[in-house]
């Protein structure tokens, strides 16, 4: 798996019920910060995107998106990631294709009424890790837009504490305390760090 890269695609849930411009304010303010459009990221077909991000943040790439989607009542995000090798690079991800590509286009397709999947050029990977994507649904499709808010805080900052978030939130220590553990933060950071251990290690046994 030398050079690999991640390429999400995805579409919002519900995306009918809210108008684009509130929805699609909050999807750029997200894709932006992972590089310059339409080479990294592209919105499409209304409610669809696709982006591009180095392997190891695909995961966490994937949950920021949601926190930030799932802040709009009523509204949600199906991301399928698909990882791989980007052969051939346009100046349009859309026009861009190779492995990474191919494998994201096939797991959105499956998806159906999924909200999260993987496909990787290891079929047992993707077999283990869409099985803990399938428990990681049973929590993280359910964040209240509100304790999607808190998650979204408390993953760009690892740093600060409960009494901390809370003063940045305006919010008191308990209330940022009980969100994180009815969203099931400390679960949801546990994955994302043991993604990348496994698709480390994934990686290495591919180059042996």
Not at 38 to 56: H, N, S, V
Not at 134 to 152: F, M, N, Q, V, Y
Not at 172 to 178: A, D, L, P, V
């Amino acid at each position: 798996m030398k050079n690999t890269i991640a390429i999400l695609t995805g579409d919002i849930v519900g995306s009918r019920k809210v108008e684009a411009k509130i929805w699609s304010k909050r999807l750029k303010e997200i894709l932006k910060k992972k590089g310059k459009s339409p080479k990294k990221w592209e919105i499409f077909r209304g409610d669809m995107f696709q982006l591009e991000a180095k392997p190891k943040e695909a995961l966490r790439t994937a949950l920021e998106i949601k926190t930030k989607i799932k802040q709009i009542k009523g509204l949600d995000v199906r991301i399928a990631i698909g990882i791989g090798t980007g052969e051939h690079k346009t100046d349009k991800i859309k026009e861009s294709n190779g492995s990474a590509y191919s494998n994201s286009g096939i797991c959105f397709e499956n998806l159906k009424k999924r909200r999260l999947a993987i496909k990787t050029p290891c079929e047992k990977f993707d077999k283990d890790w869409n099985l803990s994507f399938r428990l990681l649904s049973l929590t993280i499709d359910g964040w209240t837009p509100t304790g999607a808010k808190i998650i979204e805080e408390a993953l760009k900052n690892k740093n600060l504490n409960q009494k901390a978030l809370a003063k940045k939130l305006k919010k008191t220590q308990s209330t940022i305390s009980k969100s994180l553990n009815q969203s099931g933060y400390n679960e949801v950071n546990l994955l994302i760090n043991h993604f990348i251990v496994k698709l480390e290690q994934l990686k290495n046994k591919t180059q042996e």
